[in-house]
């Protein structure tokens, strides 16, 4: 015969658990013997079970802007509190439609639309979209979306500069990215730690420098690649022979008579052509 279910009780007076059975209304506690009135819910059960086989709440990485330290917060949260440096972090999302001169630092997203004017900024943000007037500087953590319609005058940082189809842009200037993905046109040079894609709509004019690079069949490419290479912003270190120790020195044999007239000669043109009004004044 199957046991009859049960379900856990718990006394208000002395907090006593106790089982009884599903369907009982009331009971006496066996420590305190106070009277308990349960509610008549027998769906209460099965709602508590719902509950605990819901997914769990979806969450997301944050780094605080004052100490850098990772926080792990709730996808629907609006701000929150750093663990160790106790400073606000902001994770709301913003709308320009008109002209504002403020310094943005959140982990949403900025919309910046085509009558919105963004003016001495310097600001950092998770997502960015340029649509209108911006004069500043912005970091944006993940992604920055650049439209035709947008006006930049400054600079940009961004994890992964995004071209949307059917707009373009145009930089003289050497883009430092981290990634990259060309719906539309651009042109520019690209300097990327990480990925260039462009799509089958891109059209891309300059070169381009990551360490990898996708080129999705219809893509139009005029320029340059050099993949796996280190940015042309960072150029390789030159060797530079290392000072030799005293041993070094010693063991090295001297140069010949010969030798120290060549380099005096070399040393005596050198500083004659590098200074001629100092010859001139000696003279």
Do not use: W
């Not at 071209?163 to 373009?168: D, E, K, L, S, T």
């Amino acid at each position: 015969m199957a046991k009859q279910s049960t379900i856990s009780v718990t006394c208000p007076k002395c907090g006593h658990v106790q089982p009884e059975p599903r369907g009982v209304y009331s009971t006496i506690c066996k420590k305190c013997r106070t009277h308990i009135r349960l509610e008549e819910t027998p769906e209460a059960v099965p709602v508590a079970k719902k509950q605990k086989d819901q997914a769990p709440i979806e969450k997301k990485q944050v780094i605080c802007f004052q100490c850098g330290t990772e926080l792990e917060v709730s996808a629907a949260a609006e701000s929150t509190m750093c663990k160790r440096c106790s400073s606000h972090v902001d994770l709301r999302d913003y709308q320009i439609t008109a002209t504002v001169s403020k310094n943005f630092r959140t982990h949403g997203r900025m919309v910046l639309e085509e009558k919105g004017y963004i003016m001495n900024t310097d600001s950092e943000v998770g997502d960015g979209v340029l649509k209108g007037r911006f004069i500043g500087k912005i970091r944006a953590v993940r992604t920055l979306e650049i439209y035709s319609s947008a006006t930049i005058k400054g600079t940009f940082t961004t994890g992964c500069l995004i071209i949307p189809a059917g707009n373009h842009f145009r930089c003289p200037e050497r883009l430092q990215l981290g990634g990259a993905e060309i719906f539309g046109e651009l042109a520019a040079n690209i300097s990327s730690t990480g990925t260039v894609r462009l799509k089958a709509t891109a059209r891309m004019f300059g070169d381009i420098q990551a360490k990898n690079l996708v080129i999705e069949s219809g893509a139009v490419f005029v320029g340059e690649a050099r993949i796996g290479g280190a940015p042309e912003s960072a150029p390789a270190e030159k060797s530079v022979a290392p000072t030799p120790t005293a041993a070094a020195r010693e063991a090295k044999p001297k140069a010949t008579s010969s030798t120290r007239t060549a380099r005096t000669s070399r040393i005596t043109k050198k500083t004659i052509t590098e200074s001629p009004a100092a010859a001139s004044g000696a003279e």
